[in-house]
């Protein structure tokens, strides 16, 4: 299995020179080709893009400055440009699974730059990464490279950092798990409540994202093109970063413990899209990174030999009593902890959703209709009794 191993990079100023100058060439390219395929009937194919682009093109007064950089990262984005068009044709299509992904865009200046290069654009050379017409970089080595990577990317975010992404291949490793099998019900405060009842807390972004909102009224009230708008620009970007570091780092550290001490992870089929329509949750949820946990859950659990699992987003989890199947219905947010009539036990929200998420997730349920059709019987609930709620708890 393919993997990517990221290093932050420090260059020098003449090294920031030349990687400004790649990036605005790659960006060019780019922007070139997909005018001309805007502009065609038929898309052309990769290889009469990459002539009329970048050979042709180095022959007039326009674009002669494309010659100074080097030609493989060029060639690559044209290449990164025809698998664009081909992922949203397959998207339309209904070939590509997930999301629909949508028609490529112009690149801008502001966003985030890179370039890549293949074999031939670059090598190893003592401690550091030569790359053509840059020169030797000497990344922060945080850890040792597994294989020969089969390409490297230069990249440059918003807050002006840069790192070198390599991609290598990784074999699978064998690790004995403590437990057979986990399930997981994902929330805001409580990011994880697994079955085994281990809690997770999602770190506090409120301070930074407080921050941004401030840095974000000012951002709209500076003219554009200004250099005071540029700065607050970079301000707002660096705080991003810090956020979504922060978020990376949780979400690493947490995945890695549930694939090591499990054999089988399951997660329930969440319906994002649909839950950020809510307006007073919307930014609460776009912080937490769900989507961002269950692919990490899921590779690492390809790595280890684990086996990943997602169930229904219509299975009632949060509906059913997860020691004997009583079915009591849907219960508002604010509430946190229900007591069930049928049996007697006083489940917490969250953990009873992840019980009963692992036992959808390995095959276990209970026959909810023969619970309901024996509580009918007994003194303590009747039919239409609905299962008393507890004191709601802080969310």
């Not at 070139?32 to 893009?49: G, M, R």
């Not at 807050?159 to 986990?182: C, H």
């Not at 508002?332 to 009539?341: A, K, N, Y």
């Not at 959808?360 to 019987?377: A, I, L, N, P, W």
Request: a positive charge; hydrophobic letters at 35%.
């Amino acid at each position: 299995m393919k993997a990517r191993f990221q290093y932050r990079i420090y260059p020098t100023d003449q090294q920031r020179q030349s990687l400004a100058q790649l990036f605005g060439c790659v960006r060019v390219v780019w922007n070139d080709a997909l005018a001309l395929c805007k502009q065609s009937e038929k898309k052309p194919k990769s290889a009469e893009l990459q002539k009329l682009v970048i050979t042709q093109a180095k022959n007039t007064p326009e674009r002669a400055w494309l010659s100074e950089v080097s030609n493989i990262p060029l060639q690559q984005s044209v290449a990164d440009l025809d698998v664009a068009f081909k992922n949203f044709f397959n998207s339309c299509k209904g070939k590509r699974p997930g999301r629909k992904v949508g028609y490529p865009k112009f690149k801008k200046r502001t966003n985030n730059q890179s370039a890549r290069f293949r074999i031939g654009g670059f090598s190893f050379k003592d401690n550091g990464v030569y790359l053509a017409k840059i020169g030797i970089i000497n990344p922060i080595w945080s850890r040792e490279l597994p294989s020969a990577p089969s390409s490297v990317t230069v990249v440059k975010d918003c807050g002006n950092r840069y790192f070198l992404s390599f991609v290598v291949e990784v074999e699978p490793v064998q690790v004995e798990t403590k437990n057979p099998s986990v399930g997981i019900d994902l929330g805001i405060k409580t990011f994880a409540a697994m079955s085994n009842g281990e809690k997770a807390e999602s770190p506090s972004y409120k301070k930074l994202d407080r921050k941004i909102r401030k840095l974000q009224r000012k951002l709209a009230r500076q003219p554009k093109d200004s250099k005071r708008r540029n700065v607050t620009r970079i301000k707002i970007a660096s705080l991003h970063n810090r956020i979504a570091d922060t978020r990376k780092d949780f979400l690493h550290k947490l995945s890695t413990k549930i694939v090591n001490e499990n054999q089988v992870i399951v997660l329930e089929d969440l319906n994002v899209a649909g839950l950020v329509k809510n307006r007073k949750l919307a930014r609460a949820i776009g912080l937490q990174g769900w989507r961002e946990f269950r692919t990490l859950c899921e590779a690492k659990s390809e790595k280890f030999g684990r086996e990943f699992k997602v169930i229904s987003r219509w299975e009632p989890t949060s509906q059913v009593c997860s020691d004997c199947g009583f079915k009591w219905g849907k219960v508002d947010l604010s509430i946190r902890s229900v007591l069930c009539l049928n049996c007697g036990t006083e489940q917490d929200r969250d953990e009873n959703a992840a019980r009963n998420i692992e036992k959808v997730g390995m095959g276990y349920r209970h026959d909810s209709k023969r619970t309901q059709r024996e509580s009918q019987t007994t003194s303590v609930a009747s039919p239409c009794e609905v299962s008393r709620i507890t004191a709601p708890l802080e969310r």
